[in-house]
């Protein structure tokens, strides 16, 4: 299984992205989703996770109102619709697959993580 996440770049407080990940493989929709950040010097922190079909969804606080996680199974790619963004959110940002039976914030549920994309927000 691989993961490819896209879509970071540099931007400016108060404006928008959205990363993808793209995942290889099948039965994508039998699989909860994650995104995780990393900021320089800092452990990665959980973002947001998804369950496989979509229906239920959680979020750290600090992007709570701000973020949005989803998913489209049939081109196997989750999405992070980033509203609002804030210097703090500057970090690479990594898409994580897990096979639990319901979406964690916890890193050792999840199997298979994909290399990170850089988002950088200037103030």
């Known amino acids: 299984v691989q993961l490819q996440a896209s879509g970071g770049g540099l931007v400016q407080a108060g404006d928008s992205l959205r990363l993808s990940c793209t995942a290889s493989g099948r039965a994508f929709n039998l699989f909860n989703m994650g995104w995780f950040r990393q900021a320089p010097g800092k452990e990665r922190e959980f973002v947001a996770a998804i369950s496989g079909r979509g229906g239920a969804t959680d979020y750290v606080d600090s992007v709570k109102g701000r973020f949005t996680i989803s998913r489209d199974n049939a081109e196997n790619t989750i999405y992070l619709q980033m509203n609002s963004l804030k210097p703090e959110d500057t970090a690479v940002y990594s898409c994580?697959?897990?096979?639990?039976?319901?979406?964690?914030?916890?890193?050792?549920?999840?199997?298979?993580w994909g290399r990170g994309t850089l988002v950088t927000v200037s103030s």
């Open positions: 994580a697959r897990s096979p639990a039976s319901r979406i964690s914030r916890g890193s050792p549920d999840y199997t298979y």
